[in-house]
């Protein structure tokens, strides 16, 4: 039995210790707004928090996670995460928004660690995030944006 | 949302609140037996209602879009055109996708109903402003004959009816029900443009917040109580059949309830996705290559060039090309280039679910960009009447022309996969992204031979391109998709030939995000700036000077060069260049500035480009919309294709090796709208085009020679 936290409830998973970390927020836990996008850590669509720190839920056997506290796209919050979704609303980011779960994750663990994010910050920190829709250009906007709110 | 919260709303339309305009035939509803238990997002019982628009009784103004949204922007786009002429505020308006049918939401661009060719505004602008100016009629008519004042006196504005004389003063609610009962006019006045007070606008899109916080649902996304998961092995040469299937291991694995040989291969049925893919990986699968494509990219490259010179389909021959190219003082230019199969790839796999109700109909929930095509083949494999098949079309995770197909493919295998069952249970079928990446469909491999001849005053006079690839319409004599950008050729050269020849594979064809212009784009507008190069002619002056014929190409091409401030000097080691393309009625035309990266591969610094798409609806969705397509573009022309190596097994798989383009690659882009009152034209496809040939001319002009072979870095060496 594998216990661990999940946006802050205690939760437990009791079945094929490999199944990845993706597919118990998916399948089990109904918690849909992380998503599948290549299941070998090539999209960043799966994106969750795992003690905090970014980590591809769809390469995760959720046997590492025993313990361990998980954060998902329904969970996130505090002033990175309000100030990133302000931003990404404010100038429309998402187009088909299928990779966008994963992008708001990256970009509010890059805000955590860096708060005042230069343009080779992003590209560190969301070159791993794949969107088909090429939304990238207002991504890096929107993060600025979001870092000139939290400064003010 | 859960269905339950769903209930509530259905019932409440069904109890006949509010006003419903467009056809009002009987509302066709979910079987909620059937649906008991599913999570779908969005206000999904309003899909149900033949309907363009809803107007409700509390204020909110529901616009019913017969097009699918996977980010192009139809539910901002065609609820702006219904809002203006409605005169309602922005913020009471809602979408939602439309039921499937032909009759009443076919796209008048091409009957049936579908979403593409960057149609979607173009067709449904007369239609929506109709609906719009109708409903704001009735609900004028109501509030007129409620307070007892002259129609004539009342005023409608950011959603309030208002009568000045009295100072009565409503929203829209409070009459929904009332105007529903009145004569609507037979011809609803329209805006004149320069009223307008929305279009035009840059209004925030409506489908935003929801994908900013997990709450937008996907296909994937919908679950129903007691779901199978099935997934199924496909095969890794085109054409190829099951020839014989070892599933001991795989029925052993926990969690794997069934394998089923079916046509497209064979599915693995499972309580969870992780037992389905662990299942399907556990199967020994041997196939029939007798009808397979055994060819590689290597040999295919061969035997289309075997097809120059032989007898094609002509699509444009004016003037007498052979004897331009023999003219006293002519020189000549002559280059092959060769386009790799294109996969959309598209962030969401192919994936669809099926739940069969008690009285034996069936809901398909899928990202439908053919909703009608998919009933009616959904109905063939189940063996039902289509009118017991209801296609609830989702938010899709983008499309570029994957999930548009004639006779609905993968519909058809996901049927069968359900079909394979006893349809007691609900179930999901899904593609990886391995089965995306070698599932065919792809923009077809082609092969373009250029010849140019520009006469002894620098003139070009002749032009002789011949086309060989497969044709993407399934046609035995010329396809126009295949010729589209060349055989009607912006530039006035007095003696043209364009040539086509179809090529027949196993490898299934289809059109992918700006279809015969992603590669008919990329040859005329880099063997033309070869041309203007030779004689010593700027890339945009050149243009300019042969254009003299397409008034709105040259006007775009000026205003980009404008934007660039083209001329001016450029930081060292860069160099620009400049494509102008029209498609789809829309006219791009774009300048990029490129450099040589540390990895020997094009860095692309900066794009600007000038789009004429008609009367600007929405100029953020239309940005958005360049954005993405120069993003899609400059991914596909640096890394993208997929390969058959020997004996035509496909290479490609995933990701690592199918490369997106990243954020660290997206080049800065600036984007301007040239105004205009010409009808609106489409914009999701047009900005892809120009991207990729604009590329090549800056990278020849950095001396790395012309780019004769598509992706420009070769797999493998990134
Ligand atoms: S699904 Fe995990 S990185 Fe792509
Ligand atoms: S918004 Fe469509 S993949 Fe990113």
Redesign the interface.
Known sequence: MITFKLNGQERTFDGDPDTPLLWVLRDFEKLTGTKYGCGIAQCGACTVHLDGSTRRSCITPISTVDGSEVITIEGIEGKEAEAVRKAWIAIDVPQCGYCQSGQIMSAVSLLQLTPKPTDEDIDGAMAGNICRCATYHRIRQAIHNAADTMEG | MTFNALTTTRRSFLAGAGLVIGFTLAPKVFSASALEGV?AGGDKSLSQINAFIKIGTDDTVTVLSKHIE????PFTGLSTIVAEELDADWSQMRAVHSPADDKIYGNLAFGLQGTGGSTSIANSYDQLRKAGATARALLVAAAAAEWGVPAAEITVEKGRIKHAGSGKESGFGAFADKAATQTPPAEPKLKDPKDFVLIGQEL??L????????????T??I?ADNML?AVVAHPDHFGATVKSVDDAAARKI??VLDVKTIPQGVAVYAE????A??GRDALTVEWDLSKAETRSSDQLTADFAKLFGTDGHEAANTGDVEKSFGGNGVQTLEADIVFPFLAH?????LDAVFIKAADGSVDVFNGAQFPTMDKKVTAQVLGLDPEKVRVNTQ????S?GRKAQFGSPYIAEAAAVFAATDGKRPMKH?W??EDDIRGGFYRPMYMHRMRGAIDANGNVVGWDQTIVGQSIMAKADLDETSVEGAANLPYVIPNLRVISHNVSLAVPPLWWRSVGHTHTGFAVETFMDELLQKVGKDPVEGRLALLSKEPRHMETLKKVAEMADWGSAVPEGRQRGVAVVKSFGTYVAQIVEVSTGDDGAPRVHKVWCAVDCGVAINP?VIK?QM??????G??AVLFDAVTLGQGGKIVQS???DYR?????E?P??EVAIIPSSEKPTGVGEPGVPPVGPAIANAWRRLGHGAVRRLPIVSIGSV
């Not at chain 2, 489908?207 to 649902?217: E, F, L, Q």
């Not at chain 2, 997106?660 to 660290?664: A, E, P, T």
């Open positions: 999570q996977f980010g192009q922007g925030p899109k489908d935003t917040v929801s994908k900013t916080n997990g709450t937008a649902v996907f994937l996304d679950t998961y926990p969690g969870n996705t992780f037992s893919l662990k790839a598209p962030m969401e796999p938010l899709a995770g983008g570029f899904m990886t992204r953020n958005a954005e993405g397509g120069i993003g899609y400059v991914g995933n990701f690592h997106s383009l990243r954020i660290n997206m800065a882009v």
